[in-house]
């Protein structure tokens, strides 16, 4: 039976999505057709145990490839990264530091021609080839969640940059009174923006629930702290976003994320910061909207980077 499915599939790709929380692999056909999608959680693991999330990630890998001839792979990884060495040191995975990520794919997926990608740039890429910016020429992907990523598609090619992590766009400089962000540094958009920063804001200021996905609900029944909240991390958003259309001349914004599935509550303020604060025509233009591929749009970008950079 197997052999039939590998005769009558299309043509398709190992796509591999690796985040703090999940791990995910896909087959994907070369028309983005989702043949395979599994996931699991990312195992907790102390600096040091990398192999407890290596593991986990070959078993997931063999899984999803188990009967199927993939003709090459590409992984999508929460950065910072190093492409040229194929290594990645996930902010929020302690136990990979300058982890041997391409390597290990290669290894579990025998042998195939791997390549490494920031997994907003990812995202980016996907919602560009099927997502909600198919008609841009000039394409920035956020991913507003646990932290803010960023993503570059100019021309319909995405921008890596020579070590592979273009786009870090939540650490942007918004706002000198904000606090210390993770990266080190102070007053970077994602120390408003992100899920967990929005939560501690609200919290101070006397909102009582347990986190974004509660502060949006709340948003939307009017209680004013949320709606405060989302205004703030609009704000520092489309300060990352006014810049970025100023450089990269953007035509589409496409917001996704988990905190940003909230839609409206945080759409909303954001497109009218954008468009109280522009005046250049050009940056006038730049428009908003919401993500269309959901949990798979780095999975998806992932397949359709190894369809492109295939050697197979
Ligand atoms: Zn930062």
Known sequence: VRITIMTTAEPHVLAVDVGGTKLAAALVGESGRVLVHRE????????????????ALIDLIKQTIDGYRP?????????????????????????????????????ASGGLSTALIGDAIAAAVGEQWLGAGTDSAALLGLV????????LVLGGVPFLGPTGNAGHIGHIY????????????????ETAASGPSMVRYAHR??????????????????????????????DALATAVLGAAALCDLDVVVVGGGVAAAGE???????????????????RRVEVRQALLGRQAGLIGAARYALRHQTG
């Open 174 to 189: 918004a706002d000198a009174y904000m606090e210390e962000c993770p990266c080190g540094a102070r007053g970077c958009v």
């Open 40 to 55: 699991v959680h990312t195992p907790a693991a102390p600096a040091g145990a990398a192999g407890v999330v290596a593991h």
């Open 71 to 107: 003709i090459a792979a590409a992984v999508a990884s929460a950065g910072p990264l190093d492409s040229a060495a194929g290594t990645a040191s996930p902010v929020n995975i302690p136990a990979w530091r300058d982890f041997p990520l391409v390597d290990c794919v290669m290894e």
């Open 144 to 151: 507003v969640s646990t932290g803010i990523g960023g993503g």
């Open 205 to 234: 200021a006397g909102w009582i629930g347990p986190d974004a996905r509660a502060l949006a609900e709340s948003a939307r029944a009017g209680n004013p702290v949320a709606c405060g909240a989302f205004s703030r991390a609009a």
């Open 265 to 283: 509550v945080l759409i909303r303020p954001l497109r009218e910061r954008i468009a109280h604060r522009a005046r250049m025509e050009f940056v």
